[in-house]
């Protein structure tokens, strides 16, 4: 079972993040944080250098109908996205909202991660 969507993007990460926020906008989610792995890890004395953000992403409505059918849904909220580089490349990655919701066992909650899984895909694969 995989239970990640990760895709190689030709773009910088500045760039790419820009971009990913903009097509997110259009489905209307928002960044809610963008949380800069790196900075935080060599604030606290580690050697990592390897550029690496978590944007955490928000679709109030969606984040309203899935908590509404089932309070133990906040636990994956709000959905992640990663963009970091490895080798010199680009990439940009999000676990599954499909394999996250499984764990809810609620075929209803597994029709609606489904629908944003594809929607969030979608704004990965026009960020690239």
């Given at each position: 079972m995989n239970f990640h969507y990760t895709v190689d993007s030709s773009k910088g990460m500045e760039e790419?993040?820009?971009s990913l926020e903009q097509n997110l906008k259009e489905e209307k989610f928002g960044i809610l944080w963008d949380f800069d792995?790196?900075?935080k890890l060599q604030e606290k004395?580690?050697?990592f250098n390897t550029p690496y953000r978590v944007l955490e992403v928000c679709n109030p409505a969606e984040a309203n109908?899935?908590?509404s059918k089932n309070k133990l849904v906040?636990?994956?909220l709000p959905c992640?996205?990663?963009v970091y580089e490895?080798?010199?490349q680009t990439k940009i990655g999000m676990p599954l909202?499909?394999?996250l919701i499984e764990l809810a066992d609620d075929p209803e909650l597994t029709n609606i991660a489904k629908d944003i899984e594809e929607r969030l895909i979608g704004c990965i694969d026009k960020s690239k």
């Open positions: 790419t993040v820009s792995l790196t900075g004395g580690m050697d109908r899935v908590i906040g636990y994956f992640k996205i990663a490895d080798n010199g909202p499909t394999t």
